[in-house]
């Protein structure tokens, strides 16, 4: 028993070890934030696979894509719609690839993406409230966010893009998961998460079926915690990012507390404990927003020739 037991923990031990030789030896700082990131794709991969997902999204989408060859229709709100998206686009992508210059240029060292990505923008005609940015600055912006971002009058319709800071609060916010290489963090957290199951599975020896699965469990449960909380942080850093970019692009950024104050009322309010959530509980990312709000202001102002407070 006491041989087993020592080849079992040795096995482990062996197993352990590599993995935190894995883990940090692939490290490396987020530039706009000094977080140290666990990543293991390279920039091309990424953004490989981001091209790949984003054709294989819209032709899920089909017709719902608006103003797209395969788009049932097109008429001018539809396309004055598509031009506005395009158009906070295009003022984001510029403010990303500035705010990658002016880091370059204080000292960081990093690949700039921003004036690499072939940003691309799709208008999804859907009930769902959602907005996404791939590897590769491939954004589609969902219908149903409209009129959270818009009057907020129970319905979508075309006045809700007459003032449009709001939404580009949520454009920027994904426009920085890309930036931050967000999604290559995740698959890399997944695929160490899967070389350590292994480690655990090989070092368990002769343990019974009960034991096994106890272990096993008790194993996922950490690994899921420990994912939850990577989420989250890339939430924020997605957020400080975007506030970032929206200043510098001249989008007003007070309107970015009243969004998530207004993202808390959906559903009702009702959401899971925030420890237990890929995201922070929408007050904490509003009084977040309204902690940097000084900061921002001051950029704003000494960039867009403005007089808010």
């Not at 294989?56 to 719902?64: F, S, Y």
């Not at 290559?184 to 695929?191: D, K, L």
């Not at 927003?289 to 407070?309: L, S, T």
Request: hydrophobic content about 40%.
């Amino acid at each position: 028993m006491g041989n087993l037991l020592r080849g079992r923990l040795g096995i482990l031990l062996v197993g352990l070890i590599g993995l935190a030789v894995y883990w940090f030896s692939n490290q490396q700082e987020v530039p706009f934030t000094g977080r140290s990131q666990f990543n293991t794709m390279s920039i091309e991969d990424s953004v490989r696979l981001g091209a790949q997902s984003y054709v294989q999204i819209l032709q899920q989408e089909g017709g719902n894509v608006l103003c797209s060859r395969a788009a049932r229709s097109c008429d001018i709100n539809e396309r004055e719609l598509v031009r506005t998206v395009n158009e906070i686009g295009a003022r984001l992508q510029v403010a990303a690839v500035q705010l990658e210059e002016e880091l370059l240029s204080q000292g960081y060292s990093f690949t700039p993406v921003a004036s690499e990505f072939e940003w691309t923008y799709n208008v999804v005609a859907s009930n769902q409230p959602n907005a996404f940015c791939l590897p590769g600055g491939y954004v589609a912006v969902y219908t149903g966010i409209l009129d959270i971002t818009g009057n907020y009058d129970g319905q979508v319709n075309m006045a809700d893009i007459d003032d449009v800071d709001k939404l580009a609060v949520v454009m920027g916010h994904e426009i920085g998961h890309a930036l931050a290489h967000h999604g290559a963090e995740r698959m890399s957290q997944q695929q160490i998460v899967q070389m350590g199951s292994l480690a655990v599975g090989l070092g368990m020896g002769d343990m019974s079926a009960a034991q096994r699965q106890g272990v096993m469990q008790a194993f996922g449960m950490a690994a899921q915690g420990g994912i939850l909380k990577f989420s989250r942080e890339h939430e924020t850093e997605a957020d400080k990012i975007g506030l970032d970019l929206l200043v510098r692009a001249c989008f007003d950024p007070r309107e970015a507390p009243e969004l998530w104050e207004r993202m808390g009322e959906q559903g009702g309010g009702q959401r899971p404990p925030e420890w237990m959530s890929t995201h922070p509980a929408s007050e904490t990312r509003a009084e977040n927003f309204r902690r940097w709000m000084p900061d921002a202001i001051a950029e704003y102002n000494r960039r867009c020739d403005g007089n808010i407070r």
